[in-house]
């Protein structure tokens, strides 16, 4: 038997802001609320994944698992349809969020940046993008 990864289940980010870090993701891009620990974490629905975003000195602490901890800005993007590409980044604009840059990729495939809170980069883009 060939052992396979199907995809990458959760996405960590360390955040110094839990209340912005949900004002951003659930109220902004309407990411589903998951669960919210004063003080520790927020967690996010993003399709079939989940976005953790933790405290790091919280997690320095952990007891119950491995203390987990990371700093700087991270980068991780979200795959939408590609019939929903624009609307998405309609709904970035209207949100009040930046975009730093728009790329076109090969076979006219687009991915757009933008910024969270924290500075960590997000990135909208189609399914397409890695087929091949």
């Not at 004063?38 to 119950?64: D, M, P």
């Not at 998405?88 to 991915?111: H, T, Y």
Request: with cysteine.
């Amino acid at each position: 038997m060939k052992l396979q990864i199907t995809k990458i289940k959760e996405t960590c980010l360390y955040v110094s802001d839990l209340e912005a870090t949900k004002e951003f993701y659930h109220d902004k891009l309407g990411l589903p609320l998951i669960t919210l620990v004063k003080n520790r974490h927020v967690f996010f629905r993003a399709g079939s994944s989940v976005l953790l975003c933790f405290i790091a000195e919280t997690t320095k602490q952990e007891e119950r698992l491995p203390p987990h901890y990371g700093e700087g800005q991270l980068h991780f993007a979200f795959e939408v349809p590609e019939n929903q590409y624009e609307v998405w980044k309609e709904k970035v604009q209207k949100a009040g969020i930046k975009i730093e840059q728009e790329m076109l990729w090969r076979a006219n495939i687009k991915s757009f940046y933008f910024r969270d809170p924290d500075g960590h980069l997000a990135e909208i883009v189609t399914h397409a993008l890695w087929d091949y």
